[in-house]
């Protein structure tokens, strides 16, 4: 059973930064897509962004775009996702995700395990 532990989250202002990771101890790590999800109060999980398994290609949700970036350590077996410019609409809890594939998709049937998530708020 693969297991993904997100760490990272917290309070932050709007405009502040915040990276979150995701570790796991899969010796299959490196062989599969990694993705980021949100999800908020009364509202649906959604994508944020995936990075394909080799960690040279990334997409983005478009609230995502130029402000997130996806990430990951190969050796380290963890991902990262680093957010700039926060918003108090980017208050969620957010899930990384692993995907059964070498390149991940937008929606969460693409991806096998998630993680427990961690919340991120940001205060306006």
């Known amino acids: 059973q693969v297991q993904l532990v997100e760490s990272g989250g917290g309070l932050v202002q709007t405009g502040g930064s915040l990276t979150l990771s995701c570790a796991t101890s899969?010796?299959?790590?490196?062989?599969?897509?990694m993705g980021w999800f949100r999800q908020a109060p009364g509202k649906e999980r959604e994508f944020v962004g995936t990075?394909?398994?080799?960690?040279?290609?990334?997409w983005y949700e478009d609230f995502a775009e130029g402000r997130f970036t996806v990430s990951r350590d190969n050796a380290k077996n963890t991902a990262y996702l680093q957010m700039n410019s926060l918003k108090p609409e980017d208050t969620a809890v957010y899930y990384c995700?692993?995907?059964?594939?070498?390149?991940?998709?937008?929606?969460?049937?693409?991806?096998?395990?998630w993680g427990q998530g961690t919340q991120v708020t940001v205060s306006s």
């Open positions: 899969s010796r299959t790590f490196s062989e599969y897509a």
């Open positions: 995700a692993m995907a059964n594939l070498r390149f991940g998709g937008i929606t969460r049937t693409g991806y096998d395990y």
């Open positions: 990075i394909n398994w080799s960690g040279d290609r990334t």
